[in-house]
Nanobody
Framework: QVHLVQSGGGLVQSGGSLKLSCAAPRLITSTFWSMDMSWYRQAPGKERELVASISTSGATDYADSVRGRFTISRNSSRKILFLQMNGLKPEDTAVYYC????????WGQGTQVTVAA
């Protein structure tokens, strides 16, 4: 089980920006590079959905609803995954989770993002 610690999130007005972080302090750097990473979100009453992903090769992919507004990235030296969210909309309101998948896997604890109209 990969230990992940999320930070960021909060309350923002529509059109604003937030940056989420997901740290993997117990991973060694080589293991960090070997993992596919992603961000999911779950809104009240809805299923958890994939928001963005970054593969071991660095290829990124986004849900249609966030493409062009969100950017997933990682810093291997700090072993942190990021999600930069710009142009936030009320429908982006959800609990956001990071997920690492490799020989082991793990989920972050979740962080609330609330976008006020």
């Amino acid at each position: 089980q990969v230990h992940l610690v999320q930070s960021g999130g909060g309350l923002v007005q529509s059109g604003g920006s937030l940056k989420l972080s997901c740290a993997a302090p117990r991973l060694i750097t080589s293991t960090f590079w070997s993992m596919d990473m992603s961000w999911y979100r779950q809104a009240p009453g809805k299923e958890r959905e994939l928001v963005a992903s970054i593969s071991t090769s660095g290829a990124t992919d986004y849900a249609d609803s966030v493409r062009g507004r969100f950017t997933i990235s990682r810093n291997s030296s700090r072993k942190i995954l990021f999600l930069q969210m710009n142009g936030l909309k009320p429908e982006d309101t959800a609990v956001y989770y990071c997920h690492f998948q490799g020989r082991e896997s793990g989920w972050g604890q979740g962080t609330q993002v609330t976008v006020a109209a």
